[in-house]
């Protein structure tokens, strides 16, 4: 091959893969991490039926091209959570899907304890430039309504003070259901964590959105 056609094909060459680039950063999966307690990490459910792998499978039905990794601690409070934070959420993450605190209202735990632990939770994901889906928990009826007064309103002030999407109520549609939970009458089953998929979906799928605007 002469020095000129050495030449032109490389020149070929290389255009045609700046030309592919876009396309392959356009194609990398968004990966999220599920963080939170047993509802997140499938209390006495088979892998593919806990809460990431259910909505990872029914975002990849709808066409995103996401992976989610399980990050839920049976039993997990916010006081575990803020100590673990760091390392279970690698660098490379793009959102956080962020549910901790039903544990910290069975316990009776402080509410503004509790806050103050998401909050450092959610200040430390803003400063990796993570992006973070917030899910609110309501306390059980049982620890009376000065406690909940106290706790239900702390997800909210946290989604308003750091501009975050917030699902209300993790377990919309499955508490009191028949049919939903496990033989506990706390945890959902797979229909009940489906039941959660199928409630939680659309603004998953809006916060995927905000995470492409962003650059991610």
Do not use: C
Not at 7 to 25: D, E, Q, R, T, W
Not at 49 to 70: C, F
């Amino acid at each position: 091959m002469s020095f000129k056609a050495s030449a032109l094909h490389f020149i070929v060459m290389s255009a045609l893969l700046l030309i592919g680039l876009p396309a392959v950063a356009e194609d990398r999966s968004i990966q999220l991490i599920g963080f939170g307690d047993s509802l997140m990490a499938g209390y006495q459910l088979a892998p593919s039926e806990s809460y990431t792998a259910q909505l990872e499978a029914a975002l990849r039905a709808k066409g995103h091209n996401v992976a989610i990794t399980n990050a839920g601690v049976s039993g997990d409070t916010t006081s575990g959570g803020l100590s673990r934070i760091d390392w279970s959420v690698p660098d490379g993450t793009d959102g956080v899907i962020l549910e901790l605190g039903a544990n910290d209202a069975l316990r009776g735990i402080s509410p503004e304890q509790s806050e103050r632990n998401l909050d450092l939770m959610l200040a430390r994901l803003k400063e990796r430039g993570i992006a973070v889906f917030l899910i609110g928990i309501l306390a059980p009826p049982n620890m009376g309504g000065d406690y909940a007064q106290r706790f239900n309103p702390i997800y909210q002030r946290l989604a308003d003070k750091y501009g975050v999407p917030l699902y209300p109520f993790f377990l919309d549609g499955v508490t009191t259901v028949e049919g939903m939970q496990l033989e506990d009458g706390m945890h959902p089953n797979a229909k009940g964590v489906a039941v959660m998929v199928e409630k939680t979906i659309q603004p998953v799928e809006s916060f995927l959105g905000e995470i492409k605007d962003n650059g991610k």
